[in-house]
């Protein structure tokens, strides 16, 4: 099919770069969504902006969310907690959940995607590394499927927009093993909750990233300050 | 139950503008939540502050979505579109029909209902006099219900929140009646799409607003322009 789009949730990160770098593949005409929520870094935002360039994507957006920043209740939006240094692997939910974060995204997702009457969004979740985030669950995914297939303009005209989740069941080293063969440019992407230009490498998110490389027989291209 | 919360969906519209009231008759502290979305007017706006100052909400929040203006194709969000006078009756979308609305307005009120620990939302949404709309279809709202039941913290941790729709199979003669029963403030309240300090009681909305009070066998305390 000519002309088909795809609108993906671009944080700058591995795991939605990687997306993005699939979506490309798949042949899409790519419109990038990233949101500013309040990080406690741009260091996200430029690596999300690098990336779209690197992709030279049709078009892109960054939205703000001074929402989430205002409701608080998470490490990542709350300057006041401290963010956690060792890896999650437990049951219960890291301090780093943003409440409904996932959801506002793909809504934001599914408003931009009716408007340019685009065929599929792409969203790196992973329901592996991250089990302790709800929306980051397979029956989230289905879910939100549900409603774009009953409550968007585009459904109801017998096109639904289709959610796209590739990287839902694979772990760190597979996603990265994947990017690789497609050439995704790690350098450019960023995972360190701490947002410097050296990655800490001490972080949840750094840990993870790093036990993927390894995993996958590969070198992380971007610098970290402990290593 | 001790201080069950409510996020309320509030527009400063006759339907938002019950469901608070119903909110309220069900003993919910309340906590309202008001879009603005690039609308064409503050007038809605204005009536929301009233709307929550009279019900002495315990929380109010403001959210500006200056993403649903950029990106259009709604006559309510977009200056160049002309706004339809006739009541919209038939099968096919309106033209006032903004993408994802509802998605994102439930997103948003889901992340303020996990900060605060609500027990509900609720949203005036009808699926009677906007048949045309898909994302105020009862299949919408289960589906959304569902989301919510999977895909939140509250719900993973056994305390999900139920999303309320009371009018959702009402006639707006019928939302008259019970918010009349229950104290409404309608003279609060505002509907037209112009948004002047006068309804023109011509729009869609004005009328759909004038036939219910008509069909309640009560007067609308608002002044109309062309009466």
Redesign the interface.
């Known amino acids: 099919m000519l002309n088909r789009k795809a609108v993906v949730v671009l944080s700058g990160g591995l795991d939605s770069t990687t997306c993005l770098g699939i979506a490309a593949d798949e042949g899409y005409s790519l419109y990038t969504l990233t949101f500013d929520y309040g990080q406690r870094h741009a260091r996200e935002l430029r690596a999300a902006e690098q990336v779209a360039d690197y992709y030279q994507v049709a078009d892109r ?1 960054i ?2 969310l ?3 920043r ?4 998470s490490a990542l939006t709350d300057f006041h907690l401290s963010v956690p240094k060792n890896v999650h692997d437990g049951e219960d ?1 890291p301090i780093t ?8 995204f ?3 997702a ?3 995607a ?3 009457e685009a065929q599929a969004i792409y969203i790196g979740v992973n329901a592996l590394d991250y089990s302790g985030y ?2 980051c ?1 397979p ?2 995914i289905q ?2 499927q ?2 774009l ?5 585009t ?3 017998g096109a639904p927009i289709s959610l796209q989740t590739p990287l839902l069941h694979l772990t760190k080293a597979e996603i990265i093993r994947w990017g690789h063969r497609l050439g995704v440019p790690y350098q450019l992407t960023t995972s360190c909750y701490e947002g410097a230009e050296e990655a800490c490498g001490e972080c949840d998110s750094c840990r993870l990233r790093l036990r993927g490389f390894k995993e996958a027989g590969l070198v992380d291209p971007i610098p970290y300050r402990s290593l």
């Open positions: 957006r939205v703000k001074d929402f989430l205002k409701i608080g209740k939910i959940y943003v409440p409904g974060r996932n959801l506002l793909l809504s934001l599914a408003s931009f009716e408007a340019i709800p929306d669950r029956q989230f879910a939100v549900k409603v297939d009953v409550g968007t303009k459904a109801v005209e």
